[in-house]
């Protein structure tokens, strides 16, 4: 597997690996920085802007700085019949910080999310790739704390 | 009519970790049948069935894999979008957690149907956590010997909503913006990297090995004159048993909501998520079909405490953020009906507002690209045919007049 000097890992050049080769950048960065985006774009093949219309598409995809752990609490409709607000209040509450900031320590980004799938089990949040269901204010300030 | 388990049929009864517990349920004998058929045989089953695409648009499955077997070219795919993205929806992702043999299955009759051995699931970010089990299932199967050289690779969303349009979900697999395409040429003919595929829904392929098993004509004697089998939907919002629940299609709705999920004082009702349908409770016994209201099988329950006009700015608020950006009509249109929805919500709604609203709603109805712009009027002509009084009444209130 060859690198790139930012350590792309460059097995395929086809533009069918974009999406992984962003996220895994992103796993190793935190987020995806500029120059990185343009390096990527020149390992594959393709433009600039081709790269950076992907990287900033999609929602998983962050271009600014992100904490360790990324919080996203869902807002949409089922979640909210079951008083999303209240958990959204209870989050900023804990961290400090409100939805879009993320915290000066690294620790925390804080999102506001889409339909995650956990309707049944609103109000729901993800923490990263965690699903997190049923949510109370107390719970929550449990698993924060459980966060690193 | 009576809740029947089809697609759900191994659902909480095989340990979704073992393969052996899906083989002692006439696991992969489908698939065995189906390699014993002729293609064309197989197809015809499928078409015979009735079974249509549960994804929301309906298409004929046995239709849209004829056009793509019957398309030249040897390079084909088939692709199972498992992106599930509409609000209100988690019925597959219960069934990938507890039942993903069942789909690997019947990906592999499809391929064999269409003569392909390339195929993708496309797994929308948010399920990342099933990534695992769904990898470990497809890597028993190989081992067992039942894929016989077909692949099934997992593709990952990275969280757009609009990608689980089909269009949009095979630009998002080429590693490009998940923008939706111009049709024709439709994805049968030209799709995946310009070949041949075929998209099904997690739950449309579901049906196919009971489909192949028990013959079109044991599938096709459940349901209604145009809506064969059954449906799982997600009931979700105010209702006291939320979740999954698999109904013979032409079941009525009150049996769905009231009877099974246990919803009391209701005041409408939202069918599809946010491009879905929004009926007020007097239309309860409407039954669920393709012929009259059914979409991808979203019912989110609102009782009587809710405000018509804020679930209908939120709704718009979610379509307009998650509109790809790539026509007009949906781009400007969504942010223009959030503007005017926020108007209302603030009280400042005015007449001449609800003749924008309708005009507008029109317009992206007959210009817009794809589902998400044409249907993003719904839930504004809906309430506006429904609940006309809660935008009037809020028009009154902001010229001092008393509601109605």
Known sequence: ?148 | MPENRIVLRNCEIINPGRISTYLARDGFQALSKARNMKQDQVIEEIKASGLRGRGGAGFPCGLKWELAKNAPGNEKYVICNADEGEVGTFKDRYILENDPFTLIEAIAIAGYAIGTRQSYIYLRAEYHYLLESLMKAIDQARKRGFLDGFDIDIREGAGAYVCGEESALMDSIEGKRGEVRYRPPFPPTEGLWGKPTIINNVETLMNIPQIVLNGAEWFSQMGTERSKGTKVFSVSGDVKKPGVYELVLGSQLKELVEDLAMAEKVKMIQIGGATGRIIPYSMIETPLSFETILGAGAITVYNESRDTIDIIYRTLEFLAEESCGKCSPCREGTEALVEIMGRFSRGEGETRDIIVLEQLSQAMMLSSLCGLGQAAPTPVMDSLQYFRDAYENRVREKQGGVPV
Do not use: W
């Open chain 1, 1 to 148: 597997m060859s690198k790139t000097p930012r350590g792309i890992s460059t097995q395929s050049k086809k533009q069918e690996n974009l999406l992984v080769l962003l996220k895994e950048a992103q796993s190793r960065h935190g987020y995806l920085v500029q120059e990185l985006l343009a390096e990527l774009a020149q390992s594959l093949g393709i433009s600039n802007g081709e790269v950076y219309g992907a990287a900033t598409f999609y929602a998983f995809l962050s271009t600014e700085i992100q904490g360790r752990n990324v919080i996203r609490v869902c807002k949409s409709l089922p979640c909210f019949l079951k008083n999303s607000q209240l958990i959204i209040d209870s989050v900023e509450q804990e961290i400090g910080i409100k939805p879009g900031q993320t915290s000066t320590d690294g620790k925390f980004t804080f999102q506001l999310t889409n339909c995650i799938g956990a309707c049944d089990k609103a109000p729901a949040m993800m923490i990263n790739s965690n699903v997190y269901g049923d949510l109370t204010p107390r719970r929550i300030s449990a698993i924060l704390k459980a966060c690193e």
